[in-house]
């Protein structure tokens, strides 16, 4: 039997990113209301993509993809909107 549920692909949120914002690869520092996706990839790692909440562009925030940690991907998911709502140029845990 199976003591671990299974994961899902891709996890999605809204937040609104303390000052100083969240740092992307593409724009630099992105503010205001935004969208954080974070997802499985093929290889087992996590991208980290964000948007302006609405928009039509992601962004890849700056230092994905990362490692999915051993508590899953739900716990790097709140760790990235943790650190995005906090601010300060918010990037991915490395």
């Known amino acids: 039997?199976?003591?671990?549920?299974?994961?899902?692909?891709?996890?999605?949120?809204?937040?609104?990113a303390g000052p100083g914002g969240a740092m992307t690869d593409e724009v630099g520092v992105i503010t205001g209301d935004l969208t954080i996706a974070t997802r499985l990839l093929?290889?087992?790692?996590?991208?980290?993509?964000?948007q302006y909440t609405d928009a039509d562009e992601w962004y890849t925030?700056?230092?994905?993809?990362?490692?999915?940690?051993?508590e899953g991907l739900a716990a790097l998911h709140e760790l990235i909107l943790e650190r995005v709502g906090h601010?300060?140029?918010?990037e991915a845990p490395h």
């Open 1 to 16: 039997m199976n003591a671990h549920p299974p994961q899902p692909e891709q996890l999605v949120s809204k937040v609104k």
């Open 42 to 50: 093929p290889d087992g790692s996590a991208g980290i993509a964000i």
């Open 61 to 70: 925030l700056t230092g994905s993809p990362v490692p999915v940690p051993p």
């Open 87 to 90: 601010g300060g140029g918010a």
